[in-house]
């Protein structure tokens, strides 16, 4: 079938501008184009749409929708593909993508640590068998219970955020009779060109500290009892395809490293963060080889331990939400509206972000019939709640299947249970696995369970 793609002129992007941001809006990509462009999905005859050769249809008569669909084979496999571009590079999964402990810990067995924004992302990872010498620490809000805690277990690396969290960090290390290892995090006001909410590295933006500070910051912090200066670290943003920004940055913090020794300051590594792109619709891919190399470039004859922390690109293809139909409406619609039984409680990102997700039927016969253009909307009571426009889909009847692609990364981590809607089942598909290829890694939470923790007070109180 030949790639077709429309950007409509009374639709335009968001961000037009920037190769890598799509809106839910006027893009269009044929099925089979969608299905070729991704190797874990397949189509059969019988059975329909097939993730790691899976039948999404058995997922979803066995689990029920909304559900979450993983796929072992395709983490491993991006994965290595990550290590085999950069075979000396630490490796700290970003598991804000996707904290799931058997997500985890199947990273972990690949030879993953982790990178954590909290103390409760870092006891999972610890729950998960992450060592906590192979866990960083980031963040701009690091609370001081966190910050002991990180101490108190040897924590491999915090990435500083500020002078103040500096300050605070050796209090409590020398109080606690403990050493931290620091690494400060440098805003190089680089624009990664990405979407306005996830660049990093900009000047303004709440993150690192201005690369103009770090000199004077870093000889004080080497100063300063219960710190050990490691190095730097750096992360512009996120869902970046091309690498000139990459290259930007790293340039200016490989000329931080070489002021830094040049006044007789000790620097190890230098943490180059994450935020290499996925092709959600038709963009260009993030390439693992070409990361590595504007790396290899930017720190060329440094002697440097090298660290990055990727996580949408790890988990994010390996991700999908299965979804059924609960009507189409057409009397006074533009177009066929279809209501699924998925809402913006479940999947955030297009309701956030006007983000682009593909989106398939399951059913063999329904991939292969005509499309034409459709609404997809959840039934959540948010105006918001709205999965695509326009979209080139074949009729929808109520109980029809749909996979809603690249899920994997800030989906069901993002979920809530806004409207009293219970979260969604989990499962996992992994070719190792017996039978049917799949085991439930979450149960659908029960409806009673949303009202579990909450107190009625006494009557007398009401």
């Known amino acids: 079938m030949r790639h077709s793609t429309t950007i409509r002129s009374d639709r335009i992007p968001l961000y037009p501008k920037h190769v890598f941001i799509h809106t839910l809006i006027g893009m269009d990509v044929s099925a089979a184009d969608l299905i070729a462009a991704r190797p874990s999905l397949s189509a059969d005859t019988h059975d329909g749409l097939l993730f790691e050769g899976v039948s999404l249809a058995a997922v979803a008569a066995a689990n029920g929708t909304p559900c979450w ?21 630490a490796i700290h999964y970003a598991m804000k993508a996707n904290d799931h402990l058997a997500i985890l ?18 006891l999972r990872a610890r729950a998960a068998g992450i060592q906590a010498e ?18 108190d277990h040897r924590i491999g690396q915090i990435n500083v955020e500020s002078a103040e969290e500096l300050y605070e960090l050796s209090a409590i290390a020398s109080a606690r009779g403990g050493e931290a290892r620091v690494a400060l995090r440098v805003n190089p ?34 100063g300063l009892p219960g710190i050990r200066m490691r190095g730097l670290a750096v992360h512009i943003g996120s869902q970046i395809g091309r690498m000139a ?72 293809p390996a991700g999908i939400l299965l979804a059924s139909v609960v009507r189409t409406r057409t009397a006074g619609m533009p177009r066929p509206m279809v209501v699924l039984d998925a809402a913006m409680n479940d999947l955030a990102r297009p309701a956030m972000y006007g983000a682009w997700h593909g989106i398939l039927p399951v ?38 299947l749909v996979a809603i692609l690249d899920a994997g990364a800030y989906g069901s981590v993002m979920s809530s249970t806004y409207n009293a809607r219970p979260l969604a089942a989990q499962v996992l598909v992994d070719a190792s696995l017996p039978d049917a290829g799949f085991v439930v890694i979450r149960a659908r939470q029960a409806t009673d369970a949303l009202w579990d923790t909450d107190i009625m007070p006494a009557r007398s109180a009401l």
């Open 363 to 400: 059913s063999a016969q329904l991939l292969a019939a005509a499309a034409a253009e459709t609404d997809i909307v959840g039934p959540v009571c948010e105006s918001a709640d709205i999965f695509a426009r326009s979209r080139l889909l074949a009729p929808l009847a109520p109980k029809a």
């Open 105 to 122: 810990a199947l990273l972990a067995a690949e030879g993953a640590g982790a990178d954590v924004v909290s103390g409760g992302e870092f």
């Open 245 to 316: 920004p990459f290259a930007t940055a790293y340039a200016k913090i490989a000329a931080l490293v070489r002021a830094l020794r040049a006044n007789g300051l000790a620097v190890e590594s230098v943490d180059c963060g994450g935020g290499l792109g996925i092709p959600y619709c038709d963009e260009p891919a993030g390439l693992p080889e070409a990361w590595a190399g504007a790396m290899t470039t930017a720190f060329a004859g440094l002697d440097l331990h090298l660290a990055i922390e990727p996580g949408r690109w790890l988990v994010g």
């Open 69 to 89: 669909v993983y796929g072992a084979g395709t983490i491993r496999r991006r994965f290595r593909r990550l290590r085999a571009a950069m075979p000396k590079t």
């Open 134 to 151: 192979r866990i960083v620490f980031s963040g701009v809000g690091k609370t001081p219970a966190e910050l002991a805690m990180a101490i």
């Open 189 to 222: 006001d680089v624009d990664a060109g990405t979407h306005d909410k996830i660049s990093t590295g900009r000047a303004g933006d709440k993150f690192g500290i201005p690369a103009a500070d770090i000199e004077a910051l870093y000889a004080e912090g080497a």
